[in-house]
């Protein structure tokens, strides 16, 4: 079984078009997994990534499938 490519912050961003500071803040929120090496070096993969875009991205749901307020509630709007 062929290992995936580790990355460091900086190839990660420079990859997907993020800087290397704000890659290191979505791993410190533990939003984006990492491969810890030692306690100052922490790698990343491309499948990582992968799962956390698919994990943060919403998709639109068509307007049919919106949900509904329940019978006998309004709509609250800004005053």
Do not use: C, Y
């Not at 803040?25 to 306690?39: H, K, P, Q, W």
Request: hydrophobic share 35%; no cysteine.
């Amino acid at each position: 079984m062929a290992q995936e490519k580790l990355l460091s912050p900086k190839e990660l961003g420079d990859l997907v078009g993020l800087s290397a500071a704000q890659v290191r803040a979505l791993m410190n929120d533990g939003r984006l997994e990492f491969v810890e090496i030692s306690t100052k070096i922490k790698l990343l993969t491309m499948s990582g990534w992968e799962r956390f875009q698919k994990n943060a991205t919403r998709v639109k749901r068509p307007e049919g499938d919106q949900p509904r307020l329940p019978l006998g509630e309004s709509q609250h709007h800004s005053l």
